[in-house]
């Protein structure tokens, strides 16, 4: 647990549940899709809201650690060298039956890069993942004009707001992929158009066509009816931000507005900087 320091009250532990890997499935080029299950779900309480997410803890082999971590004493023992490191993923879908809970979570893999990636690719029936949550916060609004947009690591939640959206909802939904084969087929309802922009390739600040593809889209004459949800990269996060706010005029309490990864940053250090002014996405929270 971090230390409370001077006027701020200690954080209490986010608790952990131990979850069996049941199936994986690639469901595109560079998703995988992993189905969590067991007894350890049992405590699972899932929020409801379509971007609600997970935080994994992944330990270092070479220490013989078995969860749930009791990171103090990781740390008093290892050092923070030693504690299990955090990765943040989206929960695609939640299952409850009789027989138990079991989620969908869907991990963007590039070959050997990062560590949840690879980690999901190589993961089997049998393994365990140990992670704590669930957070989120939005739900698609019925009646209003929907925005949605992200790149892989928003698709997730993209696509679990437009299944949770009823038939006679509007809107735009931008899907910035590398290339066709990360297409999916997603059921979203008829009044809302989707639009997949295909890079070709990795990302990159250059190959990046979110924001482009963004800034065509034609938003209603009535402003105040429009609902977006737009994640994904930091800067380019920053950049729709200015797009939206300040030159389209949305007031920010009609925005779910955040950045899910940041280039050339591991997730540890880009989590440390959403506390310093290159991480906030609105230069108010500075």
């Known amino acids: 647990m971090r230390p409370a320091g001077p006027g701020r009250p200690a954080r209490p532990a986010r608790p952990q549940q131990v979850a069996t890997v049941l199936a994986s499935t690639r469901i595109s080029e560079h998703l995988v899709r992993l189905t969590l299950g067991g007894p350890g ?14 935080k994994f803890l992944f ?33 695609r879908a939640v299952r409850r039956s009789e027989a138990g809970t079991e989620i969908d979570v869907d991990f963007v893999v590039h070959g050997e890069d990062g560590l949840a990636g690879p980690w999901a690719a190589a993961a089997v029936p049998g393994d365990v993942a140990c ?9 698609p609004e019925p009646g209003a004009w929907h925005l949605l947009a992200g790149d892989e690591a928003a698709l997730p939640a993209i696509a679990a707001a437009l299944e949770g959206m009823g038939p006679g909802e509007r809107g735009v939904a931008v899907l910035d992929v590398a290339g066709p084969g990360d297409r999916l087929d997603l059921a979203a309802p008829a009044g809302v158009e989707l639009r997949w922009v295909e890079r070709g390739g990795a990302w990159t600040p250059a190959s990046s066509r979110l924001e ?16 977006a949800f737009v994640h994904g990269e930091r800067e380019t ?11 389209r005029g949305l007031e920010r309490s009609q925005l779910s507005l955040s950045a899910y990864w940041a280039y050339g940053r591991a997730e540890d250090t880009f989590q440390a900087e959403k506390r310093e002014p290159i991480g906030k996405i609105f230069p108010e929270d500075a």
Do not use: W
């Not at 060298?81 to 929960?91: D, F, N, W």
């Not at 992670?131 to 739900?139: D, E, H, V």
């Open 41 to 54: 779900l049992d405590g699972f309480e899932p929020k409801d809201v379509t971007d609600q997410y997970v």
């Open 59 to 91: 330990a270092d082999p070479a220490l013989g650690l078995t969860p749930p971590y009791d990171l103090d004493a990781i740390r008093a023992q290892h050092g923070s060298e030693g504690v299990p490191v955090r990765r943040t993923y989206s929960v």
């Open 212 to 227: 482009e593809a963004v800034r065509a889209v034609e938003l209603p004459e009535n402003l105040a009816g429009v609902r």
């Open 237 to 247: 996060m920053k950049s729709l931000r200015a797009y939206l706010v300040g030159e």
């Open 131 to 139: 992670f704590s949550g669930p957070g989120g916060k939005y739900a």
